[in-house]
């Protein structure tokens, strides 16, 4: 069947959904345009679809917006943080007696066979069930379902909620991890809301909005707005690049000086400096065991020193010694300066 190869579930044809040459099929076919079956053995793909009959749609609750949530129209995707909750409105249209709920469920766009669950993290001292599960929702109908190793379409976490015959569903939903979190860095992410006949095990429409959880949301919508800085023209070209003409003229005036003036110099000894100034960033470890073996290295170089050098060196050792007090080293980057006079 055309409609079941576009099916946004089935990898491939079900055997038990073959196609049938009758007209009677094909009739039934028609008159169910859009609903394709829920299968265990189907993987989840990114493809929204209506169910004209239901008038299925989902709505963000506008009062939100600001301070909850902020919308890119530019990347099409919402933008909120951890310690937000955000409403959305369902509209359907349901038939008589029907039995239908809509399963939320959070996904890598850029990696749709991932299962995506809460980080280590975020889930210390999490005693509940539900503690894998990145969506939380506030609604005493809905369940939590799927687990955290979940990886076929009805194995995912995700948060199933009933529908009753009103046609209207609020659903208020929070997101307990962030985009930077060690489970889910560098997916994209995209929240699906996917309606569902529980009768029939149909599937028959899927809405999904693109989003990314972190902590300053306006600001990291801002910056993706306005994309990577570009790169400044050169007002100049470099030496090696320069016009042929430009390297012609150069290299005769080269040639045209005595061979001797082409030579460098040697630099003479009282050109070098009389100290060398460093300044390191180290990590705590690192910066211990380099003050140790530089406190060493200046005990060996005083014990030979004359008394001129004695007070060039300890200034140097009595700063190692102070930055290796314990009060120095309780972060966990030491930044070190220090000048050390050069000795030849």
Same mark, same amino acid.
């Given at each position: 069947?055309?409609?079941?190869?576009?099916?946004?579930?089935?990898?491939?044809?079900?055997?038990?959904?073959? *196609?049938?040459?009758? +007209?009677? /099929?094909?009739?039934?076919?028609?008159? &169910?345009?859009?609903? =394709?079956?829920?299968? @265990?053995?189907?993987?989840?793909?990114?493809?929204?679809?209506?169910?004209?009959?239901?008038?299925?749609?989902?709505?963000?609750?506008?009062?939100?917006?600001?301070?909850?949530?902020?919308?890119?129209?530019?990347?099409?995707?919402?933008?909120?943080?951890?310690?937000?909750?955000?409403?959305?409105?369902?509209?359907?249209?349901?038939?008589?007696?029907?039995?239908?709920?809509?399963?939320?469920?959070?996904?890598?766009?850029?990696?749709?066979?991932?299962?995506?669950?809460?980080? *280590?993290?975020?889930? +210390?001292? /999490?005693?509940?069930?539900?503690?894998? &599960?990145?969506?939380? =929702?506030?609604?005493? @109908?809905?369940?939590?379902?799927?687990?955290?190793?979940?990886?076929?379409?009805?194995?995912?976490?995700?948060?199933?909620?009933?529908?009753?015959?009103?046609?209207?569903?609020?659903?208020?939903?929070?997101?307990?991890?962030?985009?930077?979190?060690?489970?889910?860095?560098?997916?994209?992410?995209?929240?699906?809301?996917?309606?569902?006949?529980?009768?029939?095990?149909?599937?028959?429409?899927?809405?999904?909005?693109?989003?990314?959880?972190?902590?300053?949301?306006?600001?990291?919508?801002?910056?993706?707005?306005?994309?990577?800085?570009?790169?400044?023209?050169?007002?100049?070209?470099?030496?090696?690049?320069?016009?042929?003409?430009?390297?012609?003229?150069?290299?005769?005036?080269?040639?045209?000086?005595?061979?001797?003036?082409?030579?460098?110099?040697?630099?003479?000894?009282?050109?070098?400096?009389?100290?060398?100034?460093?300044?390191?960033?180290?990590?705590?470890?690192?910066?211990?065991?380099?003050?140790?073996?530089?406190?060493?290295?200046?005990?060996?170089?005083?014990?030979?020193?004359?008394?001129?050098?004695?007070?060039?060196?300890?200034?140097?050792?009595?700063?190692?010694?102070?930055?290796?007090?314990?009060?120095?080293?309780?972060?966990?980057?030491?930044?070190?300066?220090?000048?050390?006079?050069?000795?030849?």
């Amino acid at each position: 069947m055309a409609e079941q190869e576009r099916s946004p579930l089935l990898t491939q044809q079900d055997p038990m959904l073959a *196609s049938s040459s009758s +007209k009677e /099929d094909q009739s039934l076919e028609a008159s &169910h345009e859009n609903v =394709h079956p829920l299968e @265990s053995d189907t993987a989840l793909l990114l493809e929204e679809f209506p169910e004209k009959s239901v008038k299925f749609k989902v709505k963000l609750d506008i009062t939100g917006k600001g301070d909850s949530y902020e919308i890119s129209d530019a990347l099409d995707r919402i933008y909120t943080s951890t310690d937000r909750s955000i409403t959305f409105d369902i509209v359907y249209k349901p038939e008589h007696g029907s039995n239908l709920s809509v399963r939320i469920m959070l996904v890598g766009s850029n990696l749709l066979h991932h299962p995506l669950a809460r980080c *280590s993290y975020h889930r +210390k001292g /999490d005693n509940t069930t539900f503690k894998d &599960h990145v969506v939380r =929702h506030k609604d005493a @109908s809905a369940e939590y379902v799927g687990t955290a190793t979940g990886m076929l379409y009805p194995e995912r976490l995700a948060i199933l909620v009933p529908l009753d015959q009103s046609g209207l569903k609020s659903i208020t939903l929070d997101f307990v991890c962030l985009n930077s979190c060690h489970k889910i860095r560098k997916l994209k992410l995209a929240l699906v809301f996917t309606l569902e006949d529980q009768d029939d095990k149909k599937i028959v429409g899927r809405q999904i909005f693109h989003l990314q959880v972190s902590k300053n949301f306006k600001r990291d919508m801002e910056v993706a707005e306005k994309g990577p800085p570009s790169k400044r023209p050169a007002t100049e070209l470099p030496d090696d690049t320069a016009s042929p003409n430009k390297q012609s003229h150069r290299e005769q005036s080269t040639s045209a000086q005595p061979s001797s003036s082409r030579i460098p110099a040697a630099r003479s000894t009282e050109e070098r400096p009389d100290s060398i100034a460093m300044n390191l960033n180290l990590p705590h470890s690192a910066a211990q065991e380099f003050l140790q073996y530089s406190r060493q290295f200046f005990e060996a170089k005083l014990y030979r020193a004359n008394e001129q050098e004695k007070s060039e060196l300890l200034p140097c050792l009595d700063n190692i010694c102070k930055v290796l007090e314990p009060s120095f080293l309780v972060c966990t980057t030491t930044q070190l300066s220090l000048r050390v006079s050069d000795f030849g």
